[in-house]
């Protein structure tokens, strides 16, 4: 009975081990989640909202979708936060959401949808590859 006691609280102690992410795990997790979502926003971005001027003043829409590796407040806790820039921010809430002369389109809310499965991939085998680097696997 020793041994199965021994083997239970092993496994416990990995469990336990693999739930204990640091924040900079926790981190690099959600900013690979963030990195496919960014992508797909831009994509679905620049397929419904490219601005058709050559050169626009501050840049098109599609190319402002950035990253950061920070909470909205630019705090380190350990969560992505994925956006439009200062520049085309109000541009792509009101495109998204509507206006009372501009019918909304969702295009945001539809790529976040989409992007679900991508994201969970995502994340998924950056913490399969930091469970490896444990020797947890």
């Known amino acids: 009975m020793a041994g199965l006691e021994d083997a239970l609280n092993g496994w416990l102690k990995d469990v336990e081990s693999a739930q204990q992410l640091s924040i900079a795990e ?26 058709k001027k050559k050169r626009p003043v501050n840049g ?21 936060t994925v956006g439009f820039d200062k520049y085309h921010a109000g541009n792509a ?18 790529a976040r949808d ?9 994340e998924s085998k950056t913490y399969r590859e930091i469970l490896k680097q444990k020797g947890l696997t």
Do not use: C, P, W
């Open 26 to 51: 926790q981190a690099k997790i959600t900013k690979a989640g963030a990195d496919v979502l960014q992508k797909k926003i831009a994509d679905e971005t620049k397929s419904k909202h490219y601005s």
């Open 60 to 80: 098109h829409m599609a190319d402002s979708v950035i990253v950061l590796n920070t909470d909205v407040d630019g705090t380190k806790t350990g969560v992505s």
């Open 93 to 110: 809430r009101r495109l998204n959401d509507g206006t009372k002369r501009i019918k909304a389109d969702h295009f945001i809310d539809n």
């Open 114 to 122: 989409s992007a679900t499965d991508a994201v969970m991939d995502a």
